[in-house]
């Protein structure tokens, strides 16, 4: 209260620890002290409009740190997408997930080939679009949703596949399939690397299409979604 921060006739407040304590504080020296009543009351603003109430959400919008909206976030974060999914597909698109590369640039002492292939080192595009192992996958994904003109020479490229049809339901199709790719392919190269089991392209796939099967019909109510079972399972 208002009235807790006054003894007698003059401001009794807390030592400053920050400078905006200290800013505030000379505010306050500016100010006639509000006796002999002090009738306290709050408010509250969120920026520059007043609420009535305490509003989380309004507070937080207004204290949280911002960036500009990202061109790829509708790829990642939409309606319909699986949290897990979506996670997986923002770590990869960022390129921070543990490749090998990643870590060898670290300074670990550890392989830095493809666990599918050792061919290759393993960085984020060989992984995902490069190696024979993710392109066997990908074809059958193709087969779903239509392949692009080539394969995908890096990440903006799978980008710009998955966002070039003009139909939604086409979008929306390969957005899905694109996170249960990168969710399936990096879930298999840990298997791999961590519990040293192996599964052919053909059985990943399978996983992939199954999980593709459940979402889309979990989804049935929502209009968009009702006839993706359909284009997947052409
Ligand atoms: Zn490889």
């Given at each position: 209260?208002?009235?807790?921060?006054?003894?007698?006739?003059?401001?009794?407040?807390?030592?400053?620890?920050?400078?905006?304590?200290?800013?505030?504080?000379?505010?306050?020296?500016?100010?006639?002290?509000?006796?002999?009543?002090?009738?306290?009351?709050?408010?509250?603003?969120?920026?520059?409009?007043?609420?009535?109430?305490?509003?989380?959400?309004?507070?937080?919008?207004?204290?949280?740190?911002?960036?500009?909206?990202?061109?790829?976030?509708?790829?990642?974060?939409?309606?319909?997408?699986?949290?897990?999914?979506?996670?997986?597909?923002?770590?990869?698109?960022?390129?921070?997930?543990?490749?090998?590369?990643?870590?060898?640039?670290?300074?670990?002492?550890?392989?830095?080939?493809?666990?599918?292939?050792?061919?290759?080192?393993?960085?984020?595009?060989?992984?995902?679009?490069?190696?024979?192992?993710t392109?066997?996958?990908?074809?059958?994904?193709?087969?779903?949703?239509?392949?692009?003109?080539?394969?995908?020479?890096?990440?903006?490229?799978?980008?710009?596949?998955?966002?070039?049809?003009?139909?939604?339901?086409?979008?929306?199709?390969?957005?899905?399939?694109?996170?249960?790719?990168?969710?399936h392919i990096w879930?298999?190269?840990?298997?791999?690397?961590?519990?040293?089991?192996?599964?052919?392209?053909?059985?990943?796939?399978?996983?992939?299409?199954?999980?593709?099967?459940?979402?889309?019909?979990?989804?049935?109510?929502?209009?968009?979604?009702?006839?993706?079972?359909?284009?997947?399972?052409?």
């Open positions: 209260m208002v009235a807790d921060a006054i003894s007698g006739s003059a401001w009794s407040l807390p030592h400053p620890r920050s400078h905006q304590e200290v800013d505030l504080h000379s505010y306050l020296t500016t100010i006639t002290l509000p006796l002999p009543d002090v009738d306290d009351v709050f408010e509250w603003k969120a920026a520059n409009y007043p609420l009535k109430v305490f509003n989380s959400q309004a507070t937080w919008e207004v204290l949280r740190p911002r960036q500009a909206a990202q061109p790829w976030h509708d790829i990642v974060w939409f309606k319909g997408a699986v949290p897990k999914h979506a996670i997986s597909m923002w770590i990869a698109n960022y390129d921070r997930l543990a490749t090998r590369a990643r870590l060898v640039s670290w300074g670990l002492s550890i392989p830095v080939s493809c666990p599918f292939c050792a061919n290759f080192p393993e960085t984020r595009d060989h992984l995902f679009l490069s190696c024979q192992y392109n066997n996958v990908w074809a059958h994904v193709f087969t779903r949703c239509n392949p692009p003109l080539q394969m995908f020479a890096n990440w903006a490229e799978l980008l710009s596949w998955i966002r070039a049809p003009q139909s939604r339901r086409l979008f929306l199709l390969r957005k899905l399939a694109s996170q249960v790719v990168v969710f879930e298999q190269r840990n298997n791999l690397i961590h519990n040293n089991t192996s599964m052919p392209p053909t059985n990943v796939f399978r996983a992939i299409d199954r999980e593709m099967e459940n979402i889309i019909s979990s989804k049935r109510s929502n209009k968009l979604f009702s006839s993706l079972m359909v284009m997947w399972l052409r």
